[in-house]
Every structure is written in C-alpha cells, then in structure tokens.
C-alpha cells in the first residue's frame, strides 16, 4: 500500500463547483503539504500544515482552503472551482524537523471545464 | 521571481554515458538543496540531497555538487540507464522556513 494516497487521482468538473481533493499517510509524519503542477513551472505550494493545529498558507493560496483532520489527513478545497485551476495536485508528507526530504502521493488530475 | 531555475527542458545521453543536470538559485539563504525523481503518473521521489556545508554528496551512481559562490548546484548520473530517464527536480530550502521551493525540472531521456 502506497505511504501518501491521494484520492480521487482523477476528475473533471464545471466551473463553479466544489471540489475536494483528500490525502491519507501512513507514514507518520507530523507534516503535510498541499502543491500544484503546472506545465513550466514546477511545483508550487498551496498549503502546509505542521500538525493539526497549524495551517499554514503557501505561495498560491487564493481560491483554495484546507483542513487537518487528523494527523493523517489532509485535504484541499477549490469551494467554487475556475478553469486556471486544472492541473495536477500533489500531497506530500515529511517529518517535523528541518531538513527532511518530503514524500509525494501520485497527484491528482484535475481538470475543470 | 523564480528563486530556483531550471533553464534545460530536456536532456538526452546515451547509455553508459554521464548525465549531468544543473540548477541555478538566487535565494543567498537557502541552505539545503535536494533533487527529486518523477515518473509519469507517479509522485515525485527523493533521490539525493546537500547542505550548504558541504560541497559534494554522493550515493552510488547519483553525485550531487554545490557551488555556493556561483549558486550553482548540479545532478551526475554515472553511468546513465535507461531507467533513469524521468524528470528530474530540484528544491531548496532555507533555514527555519520548513518549506522548499522547486525547479521547473529537466526531462532527461537515456537512449539505449
């Protein structure tokens, strides 16, 4: 079983539209981040949280909202969802020191129309 | 402002051959430097990383090298396989932000 799953990996919906995207570990880890891919730009960060007391928003947090539900889970809400938001999700997980290096579910494609 | 670039899409190296990645940075603060494996349909997977103590870390055929002064840090594959051919990310993080910041990455493709 994968450490980091993401669920749904894929969906197409409308504009307008809620949408969560949820992340289960089984890692462990006090850590959890939320990313966005997008064609020639990488990675970029949407939210993070430390523990599930702590949200934390990222570079790219506008039109979205998180909630920790639990120190396995994490999810990411587009609560009225815009074309610019297709594109492929990440979840990631790391423990709580510095310098440790992240461990990514297999994404979310996310299209919305 | 992009702090971490990237600035080669792609790469192709014939097998057995040496790969070489590279990763510029602007940020003076970041200190610790990874590089991350992705295959298609995958998430992306740690592969090596350095502190800005160092200026070399290796693990079998993966060398990573830091150039602080240039802000330069670059990826050796040696020999390249095959299976090495995925894009290749690189990320940086400084002190006491607990977050990294990510290359827009590098396709490498090994030829057989």
């Known amino acids: 079983d994968a450490d980091v799953t993401q669920t749904p990996r894929n969906r197409i919906t409308k504009t307008g539209k809620r949408i969560m995207l949820e992340c289960s570990q089984t890692?462990?880890?006090?850590?959890m981040y939320w990313y966005r891919q997008d064609p020639g730009l990488g990675l970029r960060l949407i939210y993070y949280?430390?523990?599930?007391?702590?949200?934390n928003k990222g570079e790219i947090s506008d039109g979205y909202s998180v909630s920790r539900q639990a120190q396995a889970k994490f999810s990411l809400s587009l609560e009225s969802a815009i074309p610019n938001q297709t594109a492929l999700y990440f979840c990631?997980?790391?423990?709580?020191?510095?310098?440790?290096?992240?461990?990514f579910g297999d994404g979310t494609r996310l299209s919305i129309l | 402002d992009q702090q971490v670039k990237q600035n080669s899409p792609s790469l192709s190296v014939q097998e057995g051959r040496i790969s070489i990645l590279n990763c510029d940075y602007t940020n003076s603060m970041f200190d610790y430097f990874l590089w991350y494996k992705k295959y298609p349909a995958e998430g992306p997977t740690f592969l090596i990383s350095?502190?800005?103590?160092?200026d070399k870390n290796e693990d079998g055929r993966f060398t990573v090298f830091l150039n602080k002064s240039a802000k330069h840090l670059s990826l050796h594959i040696v020999p390249s396989q095959p299976g090495d051919s995925a894009v290749y990310f690189c990320?940086?993080?400084?002190?006491?932000?607990?977050?990294?910041?990510f290359g827009t990455g590098t396709r490498l493709k090994v030829l057989a």
């Open positions: 949280s430390f523990d599930v007391k702590d949200i």
């Open positions: 990631a997980t790391s423990e709580g020191a510095d310098y440790q290096p992240q461990h």
């Open positions: 350095i502190s800005s103590i160092k």
């Open positions: 890692k462990g880890h006090d850590r």
């Open positions: 990320a940086a993080s400084a002190r006491g932000t607990y977050k990294y910041i």
